[in-house]
């Protein structure tokens, strides 16, 4: 007589739940890598060239890449009509995080300017309450609150160490909500590379816009076009990942895998630069990371018993 356990409806759903939550990971992981070297490739091309001719050139190299994989993966497909309007959404989005995020990144640590971007499951949180009218009860506003504490740790207004632009780095955070919590109204059937060419190719179209108002001086010498092809292909990467991350599992799983971001870029900003945040500094970062995490695990528990009311 066999041991197996019958496979009902509740376990198959379990099942694939639990795949999804396991791709969702892994994706947002490589999305993570992807983004935070890029970044770095940004910061070495940003050290003798235009922040527009930055975006625009890697835009080409990463819309190009996208168009391949498009091509390869026989995924080339109209968008429809109703996916429109929330891909407006991220594009819009994604233009003023970029033009904002990298200002900041320019001029500051690479890991200062990217632990403020770590706020960000707060940000999602107060939107939820406000905008969706979620409750959030006193344990989630005490870390929201804690990890805007730790935000101000890292920026620190009115101190000597106060770099003005971190607050570019900050208001970033409003339009990556934005891009964000627009993936999730983009119909699934459309394909995850389509979602990101087109996005891509709209911030290529900024970068263009952003060369003509800054005036065309010359093209990235072959170091400078190398790093951008670098920076081109692991964008395409990042932004791949993470719009598939955001489409696939439970949001309150793979979220935390995010703060992954963190290490790598206090092992580039070591390696590459020098960096080494001051405790203060530190001690914010890890006050954001905490806080958030803490959100997410909030979350977590709130669902677990949302399903065991809804099973009684």
Do not use: H
Request: hydrophobic residues 60%; positive net charge; contains cysteine.
């Amino acid at each position: 007589m066999s041991d197996a356990q019958p496979d009902t409806p509740a376990v198959s759903a379990a099942a694939t739940l639990l795949s999804e939550n396991r791709r969702g990971i892994i994706s947002m992981l490589i999305a993570m890598f992807g983004f935070i070297t890029n970044d770095a490739c940004v910061k070495l091309a940003g050290e003798t060239l235009p922040l527009g001719m930055i975006i625009f050139v890697r835009g080409m190299m990463a819309s190009a890449m996208l168009a391949a994989l498009a091509v390869a993966m026989r995924q080339v497909k109209p968008i429809p009509r109703t996916a429109w309007k929330p891909l407006g959404g991220r594009i819009v989005g994604e233009w003023f995080a970029t033009l904002l995020y990298l200002t900041a990144l320019l001029a500051m640590p690479l890991a200062n300017a990217t632990a403020i971007l770590q706020a960000m499951p707060l940000v999602m949180t107060v939107l939820a309450a406000f905008l969706f009218k979620e409750k959030v009860g006193w344990r989630r506003w005490s870390a929201i609150a804690c990890g805007f504490v730790g935000m101000l740790m890292v920026v620190q207004p009115g101190m000597e160490g106060f770099d003005s632009n971190a607050l570019y780095a900050v208001a970033a955070l409003g339009f990556v909500a934005l891009r964000d919590l627009s993936n999730r109204f983009i119909d699934r059937d459309v394909p995850t590379v389509m979602v990101t060419l087109v996005t891509m190719i709209a911030a290529t179209g900024m970068g263009a816009v952003m060369v003509l108002i800054e005036g065309f001086e010359r093209w990235p010498d072959a170091r400078e076009m190398a790093i951008l092809a670098a920076a081109g292909g692991f964008l395409s990467i990042g932004y791949y990942a993470i719009t598939d991350a955001m489409r696939t599992g439970e949001l309150s799983v793979v979220a935390l895998f995010r703060y992954s971001i963190i290490v790598w870029a206090f092992v580039l900003g070591y390696f590459i630069w020098g960096d080494i945040p001051g405790l203060l500094r530190l001690a914010g970062i890890v006050l954001i990371v905490s806080s958030g995490l803490f959100v997410i695990y909030r979350e977590r528990v709130k669902m677990r018993k949302l399903q065991a009311a809804l099973k009684a």
